[in-house]
Nanobody, 114 residues
Framework: QVQLVESGGGMVQAGGSLRLSCAAPATDFSRNAMGWYRQAPGKQRELVAT???????YYAGSVKGRFTISRDSAKNTVWLEMNSLQPEDTAVYYC????????WGQGTQVTVSS
C-alpha cells in the first residue's frame, strides 16, 4: 500500500491562488508518474494534471495556463500550483501515484468563491 499525504487546500476568492502538496513514499516515487485529479459535487472524478518520472507534464484543457504541476524527487513531493482560480475549480483534489494499481491520497478540499 502506498500512502500519499496531501495538504494545502482551502478557501480562496476567484482570481486567487493555492498550492497543493503531496508527499509520497521514497521507495518508488522517482520511478512513477504522479498526478492530480479533482471531483466536484455530483460529478465524476477528472484528471487535472500529470507529471512523468522524466518531468514531462500534461494538463487538462480547463486548467492549462493556470495550473502548474511539478515534482521533486529529493523531497518525494509533487505540487500543484493553482492560479487564477475560478468557482468552477471548486472540488476535492486528489493526489495519485499513477500505474497499476493507482494509489490515491485522501483528498483536500479547494473552494473558490465568486
Amino acid at each position: 500500500q502506498v500512502q500519499l499525504v496531501e495538504s494545502g487546500g482551502g478557501m480562496v476568492q476567484a482570481g486567487g491562488s493555492l498550492r497543493l502538496s503531496c508527499a509520497a513514499p521514497a521507495t518508488d516515487f522517482s520511478r512513477n508518474a504522479m498526478g492530480w485529479y479533482r471531483q466536484a459535487p455530483g460529478k465524476q472524478r477528472e484528471l487535472v494534471a500529470t507529471v512523468a518520472a522524466d518531468g514531462n507534464t500534461y494538463y487538462a484543457g480547463s486548467v492549462k495556463g493556470r495550473f502548474t504541476i511539478s515534482r521533486d524527487s529529493a523531497k518525494n513531493t509533487v505540487w500543484l500550483e493553482m492560479n487564477s482560480l475560478q468557482p468552477e475549480d471548486t472540488a476535492v483534489y486528489y493526489c495519485a501515484r499513477l500505474g497499476v494499481p493507482i494509489y490515491w491520497g485522501q483528498g483536500t478540499q479547494v473552494t473558490v468563491s465568486s
